[in-house]
């Protein structure tokens, strides 16, 4: 039968236990989790950091992650008293009960199985009964409270979740990134490390908080260095590009996004590369390079059309009516119907997406355009969707925006 042989340090001395492989014993094998390891704090449990040495059958394990909870159970002398070790491993985020005995124990009662896991379950739900106690682990007690507060959550899921929360509830989505930087920390992974950091970036930006934005890029590149993938360096390049546009320093920001797209190709990713033609040509839009940036979102919807990226196409041809709306505010009416070619075509694909932010934007859009050319009756009709639009979806400032666009559109009626 497969066994633990466990060597610690109490006092001056080494102590060997040899213990039962908790799976060989029982078809219940628990997976402990953070409640467990909590408890520890509870209790008087004295802690010394002394684990030596790991070891089942021939293969020896590193004790760092391993925590060894040896304690007696009095009885009413020291003979009758029963001694008990049990042996946990802390791996990819799971506390596991991996051996438990001595296995002289189980031997003295008949090979009972059960008792051994009875023992364990009354050394953590029932502490008073245990007198003396000694928690024994490779790992600083520090350490392990940390631990203790977070095992049991899973770090993609907590990074999931906050993503979900980012608009609703930011602080609680910060606390969520944290926590799995701190598992994927313990972990080792790195991978992991970057996704909870990236997440803080992305949060911190869309707050507005620009340097914990700065500082938390700055701590992705240290990690993207040891992984070398250039999907993880777009992630960054992109993120720096967004941050230099908020701060309208729209030339730096060009560069950032053509860095970005470099890496999207190297990588074949199709989002990516979308995404950096549309960042490009917003740029070139705001500093009124409009033939640059129709070049750049005229890309963009080429390649979403190829790949039948449907969101992706109506938002470029969103953006391609858009810089067309300049033209038509300059006195080029020709660029009329091909800019409402652009609008119809993308709200006939937002609506089958059923994407409401995309219809508001597309309807605002189409009323601005109509507007230039002093069809005001067709502006009020976009421009009061959208405003009905938003109000269902609880977007205000859309409502607030689009209602007063509206009046602007009866005044201009009325006037006439």
């Known amino acids: 039968m497969v066994s633990w042989k466990v060597i610690f340090a109490l006092g001056v001395q080494d102590e060997e236990i040899e213990l039962f492989d908790a799976a060989t014993l029982v078809d219940w094998d628990p997976e402990f989790k953070g409640e467990l390891i909590a408890s520890f704090f509870k209790t008087d449990y004295t802690w010394i950091p002394g684990l030596k040495s790991v070891t089942r059958d021939d293969v020896v394990f590193p004790p760092k992650n391993f925590f060894v909870v040896v304690g007696r159970k009095w009885g009413e002398s020291r003979a009758q008293s029963i001694p008990l070790g049990v042996l946990f491993e802390f791996t990819e985020g799971d506390l596991r009960l991996r051996g438990v005995g001595p296995k002289s124990l189980s031997e003295k009662a008949g090979g009972d199985s059960n008792l051994l896991l009875n023992l364990v379950s009354d050394l953590f739900d029932k502490p008073d009964l245990w007198k003396s106690k000694i928690s024994i682990s490779a790992k600083p ?227 601005e355009i109509e507007g230039f050319q002093g069809g005001f009756e067709k502006a009020l009709m976009h421009y009061e969707f959208a405003a009905d639009k938003a109000q269902t979806i609880n977007e205000h400032q859309f409502q607030e925006y689009y209602r007063q666009k509206a009046q602007e559109m009866k005044d201009q009626l009325y006037e006439l």
């Open 141 to 367: 007690k520090s350490e392990w409270k940390v631990i203790s507060d977070i095992i049991g959550e899973e770090p993609w899921l907590l990074i999931e979740q906050g993503r979900r929360i980012m608009k609703t509830d930011p602080r609680k989505a910060m606390e969520n990134f944290t926590k799995a930087y701190k598992i994927f920390d313990i972990l080792t992974d790195i991978n992991g490390k970057f996704h909870a950091v990236f997440a803080q970036a992305e949060l911190s930006l869309d707050s507005m908080n620009f340097d914990l934005t700065k500082n938390r890029l700055e701590a992705l590149w240290e990690f993207t260095s040891q992984l070398g993938d250039p999907m993880l360096e777009e992630n960054i390049l992109s993120t720096e590009g967004i941050l230099l546009y908020e701060n309208r320093l729209y030339k730096q920001a060009i560069a950032k996004f053509e860095q970005a797209l470099e890496r999207a190709k190297r990588a074949n990713i199709h989002k990516a590369v979308v995404n950096a033609y549309c960042n490009i040509g917003e740029c070139y839009y705001r500093i009124q390079k409009y033939e640059e940036a129709m070049k750049n979102f005229d890309k963009s919807r080429s390649l979403a059309e190829s790949r039948q990226d449907r969101y992706s196409l109506a938002m470029s041809q969103v953006n391609l009516a858009k810089v067309l709306g300049q033209y038509i505010r300059q006195g080029d009416s020709s660029s009329a119907a091909q800019a409402a070619y652009y609008l119809e075509e993308a709200i006939q694909l937002f609506e089958a997406l059923e994407d409401k932010i995309g219809l508001i934007i597309a309807h605002g859009l189409f009323g």
